[in-house]
């Protein structure tokens, strides 16, 4: 299997395991972003503040990246 890699500038986020992530997510906004074929790239708001980028490929297991403050 493949991992991915999020190509994208992310300052002032860390890389961060999917349970880190996850509990940090909940109760949050949704926010689905276009990606290249056969991916997902999904950002997750609080009060209009993005907290959380999860990149999905078909595949390979999700990266996630969270704002460095949490």
Not at 32 to 53: F, M, T
């Amino acid at each position: 299997m493949i991992e991915p890699r999020l190509n994208l500038p992310l300052a002032g986020f860390k890389k961060a395991s999917a349970n880190e992530a996850n509990a940090l997510v909940k109760d949050t906004q949704l926010i689905h972003y276009e990606a290249p074929e056969c991916s997902a790239l999904y950002g997750y708001a609080r009060k209009g503040q993005l907290i959380a980028v999860e990149l999905i490929q078909l595949g390979a297991v999700s990266e996630w990246w969270i704002e460095e403050n949490n």
